[in-house]
């Protein structure tokens, strides 16, 4: 899954700056977990892994990815069951179709997010998961919506986000949804997934490194995954706007503030139960390198603080920028 922010070309880097800098760790948070790549990158190298994310739908996908230690037999027929499911003779016009009813072209709806028969595909997916989950464990229910939660990506009519949809048919939209295994790691050790604000959620959990990836700028995270937070909760909410916006936007950050952020930190960082903290950021981040070094040197001991930074590719969409100046960064400090 393409998102804003995304580590899979940092994930290297940042078991890197760990294997080289620390000692003893065995238990990891990932606090602002996204996609969950890292968290999984974590898992793989065989760490215990704790993944937290505010917004429902990366919950589930780390609750169904990073909490699974197999793909069964039993998973396998219900992915075969999910993608026969037929959409013949079913309403797009029906309100309780929420995905078809609004984000696909009808006589009730003009927004081109998804070709009618894929919307259907969708909303008919979501509510037979729902109906299964009588029958199935917690991580089974979470692998089966994080498989539909994979898989819209690739038919959406969206350039990278869904805080807009594009005015013509993509290619890709004509394609059927179709939910795909997704490979998990088996692991003897505990990993768990957690859907609370980062503030609330430092005071519970202890662990041996917190890995930090919080918003680096203005950009909120839920208006640009609205339609995946929609599909995760399927709660039928209040929209609104050309784009059908989710009306209840409680998940904006004091990161995505620059008058903020500096506090933001320094508070996260202060209640931070852990020995070792990386934390990513670039050097265009609404919190300067300058004052982002001192909050941190604060809040740790700074003879063991350590800044590395890496040349990256600017996220635009699908057009690739490679623009001079932009730096990800790793901050790493002893607590």
């Known amino acids: 899954m393409r998102y804003l922010g995304g580590k899979g070309l940092m994930t290297d880097n940042i078991l890197g700056v760990v294997d080289e800098n620390t000692q003893g760790v065995r238990s990891v948070l990932d606090m602002f977990s996204g996609s969950g790549i890292v968290a999984r990158a974590f898992k793989e190298a065989g760490f215990s892994v704790a993944a937290n994310d505010i917004l429902y739908f ?20 219900l992915l075969a069951h999910l993608n026969h499911l037929p959409i013949e003779n079913i309403d797009p016009n029906d309100v309780n179709n929420f995905i078809a009813h609004n984000y696909s072209p009808n006589e009730n709806c003009q927004r081109m997010y998804f070709q009618p028969k894929n919307a259907l595909k969708i909303d008919i997916i979501r509510q037979e998961i729902e109906r299964l989950r009588g029958e199935l464990n917690e991580n089974e229910y979470y692998y089966l919506l994080a498989s539909l939660l994979n898989a819209v990506p690739f038919v959406a009519n969206i350039t990278g986000t869904y805080a807009a949809y594009l005015k013509y048919w993509d290619v890709r939209t004509y394609k059927d949804l179709t939910l795909e295994e997704i490979p998990v790691c088996s692991s003897r050790k505990r990993c768990t997934a957690y859907n609370m604000n980062a503030d609330e959620l430092v005071r519970d959990v202890r662990c041996d490194l917190v890995y930090l990836d919080p918003p680096y700028n203005e950009r909120e995270y839920l208006p640009n995954y609205h339609i995946l937070e929609t599909i995760a909760r399927y709660d039928n909410p209040e929209i609104k706007g050309i784009t059908g916006m989710r009306v209840q936007n409680d998940c904006k950050s004091d990161f995505c503030r620059k008058k903020l952020v500096r506090d933001a930190f320094n508070n996260l960082l202060q209640n931070l139960n852990c020995k070792y903290v990386i934390v990513s950021y670039n050097n265009e981040g609404l919190l300067p390198t300058e004052e982002l070094v001192e909050v941190i040197q604060n809040n740790g001991k700074a003879d063991t603080f350590r800044l590395f930074e890496y040349e990256y590719r600017r996220y635009k969409n699908k057009i690739p920028n490679n623009t001079i100046g932009l730096k990800e960064q790793l901050y790493f400090i002893k607590k």
């Open 58 to 77: 990366s919950y589930a996908i780390n609750r169904g990815t990073l909490c699974n230690n197999r793909t069964s037999r039993k998973l396998r027929e």
